[in-house]
């Protein structure tokens, strides 16, 4: 009897076992294909490339390689798909750096595939030396390559001669420093008119103290608190945080009307950061001087180090669970091919060619620095006067490629999507909201990054 | 001398238990502040010693009425609470009474056995189980539904542990006889156990509901929607909005456990009471 | 031999329903759980998931604050109940008020006082203001090895009542000759406590301990609701590791670390259960 019954109950045990965990067939990655998530019709700048790539495959009769898109109706969703899929040991083929990850620990656990491998195993047509050095190394971590960036920008801010002239600011001189002095001048009432950038150029100071490669965090120096607490005040413009959000100036759609931006050093534009590609800064340079207006200066954020860097605008990662690591090669060939990167490269004449930022391979690079020198002609079919054209070319080679050539380091997380990234909002975006508004003084705020960062780093 | 000594007790006795009560009236009183008064009481920032603030500037009931009349979206968190926890301790407490009867008085093979299995499942902390469990409510396609925190909450060990408890102290003699006489194990169950250990029985419901009611972890994630999210989900975020109600929120969310305690208070006996004290 | 069969019958129905559940909801995800901490993703990798967890600096400090405060809360938790259960012991008779006030901390939920514990801990609270008027410096209670006093100090208000009441219960059991007798061999007070009514009731001792170790886990939840995710790393616990692993998508070491938490508590367990078994003094 005793002998009956505890085979029973072991075997029913048993027999539940498999039922309930091995099923995971249900949401698994069982398709062929390689999968990208997104959400509604896919916001994501990766999911233009992804599907152009597609159309190459159809083109080119090679159906079986083309990748499927999983669409979900909310973040939310897509996120707990996501978590299960990967604790089966599936989940998506491809992570999209401006997804809601967290690549700080993606990339130290063996969750991302290694894209050298990939390339290696399958005979990809890629050579690495082709491609920008710089970008290409923020994409190695430990050695690994699992990050590979598409598209970068340079980590800059727009203003305008007129600007920096009446703030007493210099290019070359740009600071926080200076841009605090110029704020403590009382001549500036703050930094952005759009209070989104000055969150976002918030939370881009506060990552400057951390070093995402040592995984280590500096939040205790006198001269970080310092800063933090004058910029807070800089950018509330002494109000508070509630007020910021809720005095939303009208912004104006078009960026050439006059707009009463004169209080504020960076352009009232939403795109404060300016990240264009070579091309478009060309065009709106000569649209500025056409209009009779004061054309873009970018100076240049520095880092810590007083360096200039850039931050990849488009880049993705290939899931370790792959388990179509062939197709995944073929994607990485065609996504670091001519034809790919220079599509989006600019300088075509097409409206939509302005262009995505800068590309990683440095034949389609140089090609993009030759056309923006050459654009004179708006695609609507007038000529630009010779002299701005002029104008603009020597803008383009003393300021704005200079400045290009000279990054010394990449992050992985631009101006743009760095509200968006794993970090901000699930580990210290609360913590730098409360400081911004209000309630927690600056030692806490030390105290607290410090600890939160140091934590989710070697988690 | 023994006089003065009593009237020491006693104060000693007043003293522990203004202790325990104090964040308790504290809570009450506040929530009976103006919402400007919150305002600077919480602010923390400005620098000056927080002093215990128990007399509101002038009793308002504007926090109440702001939690009730203007935020429906409480009342809608309050009753997703409701609807988590009065079904698991529903469920909890007949699933235990029936286990806790079979372990305590019944005899079958590999009883002690199992049972030790039952106190290691007990005091494993939730931690452990809540990610696996999440495959498993998946396959069995309660995620997003109130069953995927109401199922597990039932089938706790902790209900089991404490009824045994309870129930051994039922002589035997009283089962016997009635065994003797031809009832059948339900009707003893029924007729006999479950009218004495009735003490057991409310300890549990409160405790159960208690714990239920404070669940925070599983429904960050099992649950997508967060309109299905409960009170104690949101009372934590509530701090960083709204500071004004917080109070107000916080007794609204203290009522319910409270009432069933009041009610049934008298009743609580620790499970090693014998029943002829 | 009929007799024996009725019954293991009628046992098994009545625990059907509990075991079944059982079974699907904690027995298979706890399996569930060790299977997947041999595994990265899908290649089997042994025990490299627990090496490389006992290496990770994060876990250690998780492990040494879950270590540090289950050492000192449940001893304290213990002596102070006791004592105020022989407290109102002493008490010819109470009013139920005092009982009841006494398990009030039990009832109130915990985000309802969050806001209470801010006031009262915070750099600039009530305490600090307290302290300092006293000529103490502020105290940081919520950055700084404090922190675990603070939760400590929680945990011991919170779950006081209740042991209070289950010593209470346990004390009642203790038959009144035992004490007649000693008093009748000249033995003082403390030696009447330590004597006769610590060894009488282990078995509630027991009981008190077991219930303070399950709620020295769900202490978690008022950690939670004070610092949120990231804590003070004075107060980072095994359960805050294992809860942000999963929102790190790290399950592999999510899985190992909640085995290694559960092998911690059934280590607990056995070793009181054995401490018990020798000094049982039930007659």
């Known amino acids: 009897m005793k002998r009956k019954i505890l085979a029973l109950f072991l075997t029913s045990v048993m027999a539940l076992c498999p039922l309930l965990s ?148 210099d290019r070359e001189n740009f600071s926080f420093d200076t841009i605090l002095q110029a704020y403590e001048n009382g001549s500036v009432n703050s930094y952005f008119v759009n209070p989104y950038s000055a969150e976002a150029f918030y939370f881009s100071f506060i990552r400057r103290y951390i070093d995402f490669y040592e995984g280590t965090a500096d939040f205790e120096s006198d001269e970080f608190k310092d800063y933090a607490e004058k910029f807070r005040q800089a950018v509330l413009k002494g109000g508070t945080y509630k007020e910021l959000h809720s005095n939303e100036p009208d912004i104006p759609e078009n960026e050439f009307e006059p707009e009463d931006d004169s209080g504020y050093i960076f352009s009232a534009n939403e795109d404060n950061y300016y990240g264009g590609s070579l091309a478009s800064f060309a065009q709106d340079y000569l649209i500025a001087m056409e209009y009779g207006q004061q054309p873009p200066v970018l100076v240049p954020d520095f880092n810590r180090k007083g360096e200039i860097t850039a931050s990849i605008e488009v880049g993705f990662a290939i899931n370790a669970n792959c388990k179509k690591m062939d197709k995944a090669a073929k994607l990485i060939e065609y996504l670091l091919s001519d034809s790919s990167q220079g599509y989006f490269g600019g300088g075509r004449d097409d409206s939509n060619s302005m262009g995505l930022s800068i590309p990683v391979k440095n034949s389609v690079y140089d090609n993009a620095v030759k056309e923006a020198l050459a654009y004179e002609k708006h695609f609507w079919g007038f000529e630009f006067n010779r002299d701005n054209v002029e104008l603009k070319n020597k803008a383009l080679t003393e300021m704005y490629i200079p400045m290009l050539e000279s990054i010394s380091s990449c992050n992985l997380y631009g101006y743009n999507s760095q509200l968006k990234s794993h970090l901000y909002q699930n580990v210290i975006g609360e913590v730098i909201v409360d400081y911004l508004d209000g309630k927690i003084t600056t030692n806490k705020l030390s105290q607290r990054l410090t600890s939160a960062v140091t934590i989710y780093m070697s988690e | 001398m023994k006089k003065t000594k009593l009237i020491l007790k006693y104060i000693l006795l007043i003293i522990i238990a203004l202790v325990f009560l104090f964040p308790v009236i504290y809570m009450l009183a506040a929530s009976f502040m103006p919402q400007a008064q919150v305002n600077t009481m919480l602010d923390f920032t400005n620098e000056e010693y927080k002093t215990i603030e128990l007399i509101p500037e002038k009793a308002t009931f504007e926090q109440f009425y702001q939690v009730f009349f203007r935020r429906p979206e409480y009342l809608e968190k309050f009753w997703n609470s409701v609807i988590m926890t009065f079904p698991t301790v529903i469920g909890q407490t007949v699933v235990s009474a029936l286990a806790a009867f079979a372990f305590a008085k019944l005899n079958f093979p590999l009883r002690d056995k199992l049972f030790f299995v039952y106190i290691i499942l007990l005091i494993l902390p939730l931690q452990v189980t809540l990610v696996p469990n999440y495959m498993v409510l998946e396959n069995l396609n309660l995620l997003n539904n109130f069953l995927a925190v109401i199922l597990p909450g039932t089938f706790s060990a902790f209900g089991i542990c404490l009824l045994r408890q309870s129930i051994k102290y039922i002589p035997d003699s009283s089962i016997e006889a009635a065994r003797v006489d031809g009832a059948s194990y339900f009707r003893i169950f029924t007729r006999i156990i479950l009218p004495q250990i009735k003490g057991g029985l409310v300890t549990l419901v409160l405790l159960t509901f208690i714990d239920n009611w404070n669940v925070v972890e599983q429904p960050l994630i099992y649950f997508e929607d967060e309109g299905m999210y409960p009170l104690s989900v949101t009372l934590g975020e509530i701090g960083n909005s709204d500071f004004g109600i917080v109070f107000a929120c916080g007794v609204m969310f203290m009522i319910v456990p409270l009432l069933i305690f009041a009610y049934g208070h008298k009743d609580i006996d620790s499970p090693f009471i014998s029943t002829d004290k | 031999m009929k007799y024996k069969r009725k019954e293991g019958f009628a046992a098994l129905l009545f625990i059907l329903p509990s075991v079944l559940g059982i079974a699907v909801f904690y027995v298979v995800p706890y399996i569930i759980c060790f299977v997947k901490s041999l595994f990265i993703g899908n290649t089997f990798v042994g025990l490299n998931n627990y090496f490389e967890l006992f290496t990770n600096k994060t876990f250690l400090l998780a492990l040494k604050n879950t270590g540090i405060f289950t050492v000192i809360a449940i001893p304290l938790l213990m002596i102070v109940s006791f004592l105020i259960a022989l407290f109102l012991n002493s008490f010819k008779s109470i009013s139920g008020f005092f009982r009841s006030s006494l398990l009030i901390p039990v009832v109130v939920p915990i985000a309802s006082l969050v806001s209470v514990w801010q006031l009262l801990f915070d750099d600039y609270g009530a305490i600090n203001g307290l302290l300092n008027n006293l000529g103490l410096d502020t105290v940081g209670f919520f950055n700084s090895g404090f922190s ?35 008093r009748l061999d000249g033995a003082s007070s403390f030696k009447m406590v330590t004597k006769v009514t610590i060894p009488m009731i282990t078995p509630t001792t027991f009981f008190v301990f077991l219930m303070e170790i399950i709620y020295s886990f769900k202490i978690f939840r008022e950690v939670f609701a004070i610092f949120g995710d990231y804590p003070d790393e004075n107060v980072y616990f095994l359960q805050n590791f294992i809860n942000n692993n999963y929102y790190n998508l790290n399950y592999p070491r999510l899985s190992a670390a909640s085995i290694v938490l559960s092998l911690f508590i059934v280590i607990l367990l056995l070793v009181f259960y054995l401490f018990e078994r020798k000094h049982s003094f039930t007659q």
Request: net charge negative; proline share 2%.
């Open chain 1, 22 to 169: 091995g099923c995971n067939a249900i949401g698994m990655n069982q398709s062929d294909k390689l999968t990208f998530y997104c959400v509604g019709d896919g916001s994501d700048e990766l999911f233009e490339f992804l599907k152009k790539y597609n159309k190459y495959c159809a083109v080119n009769d090679c159906f079986e390689d083309s990748v499927e898109f999983i669409s979900f109706d909310s973040y939310n969703e897509m996120n707990s798909a996501l978590a299960t899929e990967l604790m089966a040991g599936g989940g998506p083929d491809i992570l999209s750096l401006t997804q809601t990850y967290p690549f700080e620990k993606l990339v130290r656990n063996n969750a991302l595939a290694d894209i050298d491998e990939i390339v290696s195993t399958y005979n990809a047509d890629v050579n690495f030396d082709d491609f920008n050095e710089k970008v290409m190394n923020s994409g190695v971590v430990d050695g690994k390559r699992c990050i590979l960036p598409l598209y970068y920008r340079l980590n800059a801010l727009y203003t305008t001669e007129e600007k920096l002239a009446k703030f007493g600011l």
């Open chain 3, 148 to 182: 675990m006093v603070m939760i400590i100090l929680i945990y011991v208000w919170k779950y006081c009542g209740f042991c209070v009441v289950l010593f209470t219960a346990g004390l009642a059991g203790v038959p009144q000759h035992l004490y007649e007798s000693a």
